[in-house]
């Protein structure tokens, strides 16, 4: 156990682009929902998002930018360590030791790098190969027990345990704290909405087909007017209607009512019904954070106060483990 004896819950989000309302439902509301019964970790990914060309100001803003949206989110930065992956350099250390213990074949079935290394074309970047190693990383430097995703992180966190489970039969039991996933009922996968049989996200080429946190209130509702349905006309969440299915996930992710409720509701009604009130639903759950975010943006001297105490937190608690899988694999210090 560690020094509070409360167990570590630990996540993160890529600063790659402006984060999704995928990434809230998927993910940061849940940090906030369970931020009270854990010792927590939340941070930006900042060495994964260059596994794609990012322009440097543009990093750099969006760095800002996440950890802004987790305050404003409702994340406690006195109660749980905020900091940036690149202030931390723990992370790349133990990264490259995992290397050695990860084999490509299990590296090779990662979905995301499949999809990934596709839309790479012919120049597929090594650090997109190795960035679930990265991730691995991440997580065990802090002793996790849990660690609160959206569903498409599932794989990694497998593999992290696989990694985990390897080494500790090489070097001893107590080497790494085997983690676990933690995967919200509902909205675990928002989709796209210009393609529900796709993942919303936040490097999708088209805008109508996201909501980014920062999108206005205007902006938010034209995109759901926009979203793909399907053709009939019954609201039911039947997989044959994903765009439908998609609408009613987000409500039910926002409200927390089941969706059979939410489907009953709309009886005899159209499409245009459940687009309008998913917008309304969606406005109200982004407008007061994104009006915080915007405001803490602004507070260069607050976010790098927070995130230096952070990363110096951080620091000493991923000293810890990285020296100890130094010692156990020989490596003189
Ligand atoms: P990233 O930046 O792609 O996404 C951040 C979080 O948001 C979730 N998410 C979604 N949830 C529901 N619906 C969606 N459409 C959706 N899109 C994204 C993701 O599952 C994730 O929880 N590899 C990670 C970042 C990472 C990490 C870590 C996470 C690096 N190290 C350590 C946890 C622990 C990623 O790319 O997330």
Redesign the pocket.
Known sequence: MNATNRKVM?????P?NTL?L??L???IRNWVKHQDDYECWFFA?NL?AITVRQDPTELREQTYRAVATYIAAGINPEHATLFVQSQVPEHAELAWLLNCYSYMGELGRMTQFKDKSQKAGENIAVGLFT?PV??AA??LLYDTDL???????KQ?IELTRDIAIRMNNLYGEDLFRVPQPMIAQV?????SLQDPTA????SDPDPNASVYLTDTDDVIRKKLKRAITDSGNEITDDDSKPGVKNLLSIQSAITGKPISGIVASYAGKMYGHLKVDTAELVVQAIAPLRDEANRLYEERTFLDQVLRKGADRARERAGKTLARCYDRIGLLK
Request: charged share 15%; no cysteine; glycine share 12%.
């Open positions: 630990l996540s993160a989000v890529q790659s999704t995928g990434n439902l998927g993910a990914v994964h960035y990265l991730m991440d997580i660690v609160p995703v959206g569903a498409d992180q990694h909205g675990a996968k928002i989709m993942k919303m996200s936040k």
